[in-house]
């Protein structure tokens, strides 16, 4: 059977951080899977902000398995954090999705 809008709800998690001054980045994790949970980034250009979200929620290191970025955009505020995103131990494989300049 398809599963339906409130099933897909309880089955994913939007964590949403504001970064910068005015601008959010989303964290989606997907609960349907077993431990370690897939998650991917939206627009993560504030990293340290990011991480503190992910510990702040209990999903540290061991609970989430980081697969990617999808930038909206190419600017700064958007992408900018991409790249420190990809150093951290862990966070290395990701996959980042958007246009050639992101």
Known sequence: ???????AAEAAEVLIVPTLDDNYCYILVDRTAPPPFPLAFVDPS?????????????????????????TTHHHWDHAGGNAEMLKRPGFEGMRVYGGKDD
Do not use: M
Request: proline fraction near 12%; hydrophobic fraction near 55%; charged fraction near 15%.
């Open 1 to 7: 059977a398809a599963s339906g809008p409130a099933e």
């Open 46 to 70: 504030d990293p340290e902000a990011v991480f503190a979200a992910l510990e702040s929620a209990a999903l540290g290191p061991g609970a989430v398995k980081p697969v990617a970025i999808f």
